[in-house]
């Protein structure tokens, strides 16, 4: 994936920049930061994040704007919506409308990573400015790893700003400074809890109506399901994601089935339960097989299933009673990669 990733300092991209390389995604750096005052604060994070992407070896982009004027003009309209009204819109608008014209696959924003930033605003912002220049926005929450990538940006020895970035927030930090620990404290503790969790599922058939947004044949899974280990991804006390894994012999596996709920699906859930799974086979297994549709290739030759290994002509034509649809596409063809689990 080309992603240009909009990048509002340096330490507030450490965690981003490596969550997504565990992804296989090396985001290109975006610096559009006319919200950030004054001049010397400015060049102070600007020169950091130019060093920084130079020591790691990432692309960057620095679009130059020092924009006190304007952000002045529409902030003193409504300070305490500036957030909404400028800071977000003219940053995320400029970094979308760039990632359209020179043909990246997405865009994203490394504002996702602070609790003190308003995430569902970023979101909705983001959202809207996706569907007005048609590409996507590319979603990811990343506050799960602020204190980590704080901590690491101190041991490499980044500049560590005080305060968000505008002239207000500076004066707004000398007054709320308590408070506003208290509160990103908090919100640091809700979302550590929310952190998901693998687990071993032993009540299989209790989860056939997910299985089956995957699979839509339930004699087929209940093939399979009984001589399969199921895993399952938990976010608090729900089961979001789920994995079948069919053991073929003593030195190969198959995934059978991968499915997440609709309403957490693109967020990398499926991913990381996978990344998890093949993680703890490899210490037995040397190879893991993949059945799926053309649609679906991209996505596991990312998660490492590289090795073409065959193709079942007609398989969803002869084992199906009814017409198999993956998006547009109407199934006929099973096929088969592998990966190899002892990789590094």
């Not at 602070?114 to 979101?123: A, F, R, V």
């Not at 004699?219 to 399969?228: G, N």
């Not at 709920?261 to 499926?270: P, S």
Request: charged share 30%; glycine share 4%.
């Amino acid at each position: 994936m080309k992603l240009l990733l909009h990048t509002c300092c340096a330490p507030c991209s450490v965690y981003c920049i490596d969550s997504l390389a565990e992804e296989g995604i090396k985001p290109v750096v975006y610096w559009y930061n006319p919200n950030i005052h004054p001049y010397t604060e400015y060049k102070a994070r600007r020169d950091c994040l130019k060093e920084y992407t130079k020591q790691i070896g990432i692309e960057s982009i620095f679009e130059e704007e020092y924009g006190l004027v304007p952000f002045c003009k529409v902030a003193v309209q409504d300070l305490e919506n500036r957030c909404g009204n400028y800071c977000y819109p003219v940053r995320l608008e400029k970094t979308a409308k760039y990632a359209k014209e020179h043909g990246y696959d997405a865009f994203s924003t490394t504002l996702l990573v602070s609790p003190y930033q308003k995430h569902e605003l970023i979101c909705e912002i983001a959202e809207k400015l996706a569907k007005q220049y048609d590409i996507p926005f590319l979603y990811r929450d990343f506050r799960v790893g602020f204190c980590e990538g704080q901590a690491k940006a101190r041991e490499i020895g980044l500049y560590m700003q005080k305060y968000c970035g505008c002239i207000f927030s500076e004066e707004i930090r000398y007054y709320c400074h308590n408070q506003a620990k208290l509160d990103v404290a908090m919100d640091l503790k809700t979302i550590k809890e929310e952190k998901p969790q693998v687990k071993r599922i032993e009540n299989k058939e209790d989860y056939i109506d997910l299985l089956l947004d995957a699979d839509p044949s339930k004699a087929s899974i209940m093939k399979y399901l009984q001589d399969s280990d199921v895993y399952g991804l938990k976010l608090n006390d729900e089961i979001i994601s789920l994995a079948v894994i069919l053991h073929i012999d003593n030195k190969t596996l198959e995934l059978k089935n991968l499915v997440t709920k609709k309403e957490y699906r693109n967020k990398g859930y499926a991913k990381r339960l996978l990344k998890h799974l093949c993680g703890n086979y490899k210490q037995k297994y040397d190879k893991m097989l993949v059945g799926t549709t053309e649609n679906n290739i991209p996505f596991y030759v990312k998660q490492g299933f590289d090795k073409y290994e065959k193709t079942i002509k007609n398989y969803f034509i002869d084992n199906y009673d009814k017409e198999i649809k993956d998006g547009e596409l109407i199934c006929t063809d099973m096929i088969y990669y592998s990966k190899d689990l002892k990789k590094k």
